[in-house]
C-alpha cells in the first residue's frame, strides 16, 4: 500500500510565495515519476509539473514561476510556487507513478491553496 501526503497549502496575497510537499510512504519498488495537478472549482484537473526520466514538465500557464524538485532519498517531491495569481487558487494533488514492471498511478489527498488579497 502506498500513500502520499501533500502539505504545505494555505492562503497568500498575490505575488506572494508557497512550498509545497509530497512525500511517499508504504511499499515502495521503483518511483518513476512524481507530479502535481490541480483543480478548480467547476473546472477540470490539470497538469502543474511533472518530473521523471531526467525531465521536468511544466503548464504553460506556471512556467517561470513554479519549480519542481524531488529528494529520491525522502521519497519526496517539492513544488516551489512564486509570484503566485489569484487564478492559481486550487486543490493540488500530488500524483506518483510507481512500479517495476508496470506502472501504478497513485494521488494524494489534496492541499488548498488560495491565492486572495
Known amino acids: 500500500q502506498v500513500q502520499l501526503v501533500e502539505s504545505g497549502g494555505g492562503l497568500v496575497q498575490p505575488g506572494g510565495s508557497l512550498r509545497l510537499s509530497c512525500a511517499a510512504s508504504?511499499?515502495?519498488?521503483?518511483?518513476?515519476?512524481m507530479g502535481w495537478y490541480r483543480q478548480a472549482p467547476g473546472k477540470q484537473r490539470e497538469l502543474v509539473a511533472t518530473?521523471?526520466?531526467?525531465?521536468?514538465n511544466y503548464a504553460d500557464s506556471v512556467k517561470g514561476r513554479f519549480t519542481i524538485s524531488r529528494d529520491n532519498a525522502k521519497n519526496t517531491v517539492y513544488l516551489q510556487m512564486n509570484s503566485l495569481k489569484p487564478e492559481d487558487t486550487a486543490v493540488y494533488y500530488c500524483?506518483?507513478?510507481?512500479?517495476?514492471?508496470?506502472?501504478?498511478?497513485?494521488w494524494g489527498q489534496g492541499t488548498q491553496v488560495t491565492v486572495s488579497s
Open positions: 500524483n506518483a507513478l510507481i512500479g517495476t514492471f508496470v506502472n501504478t498511478v497513485y
Open positions: 508504504g511499499i515502495i519498488s521503483s518511483i518513476n515519476a
Open positions: 518530473t521523471g526520466g531526467g525531465r521536468t
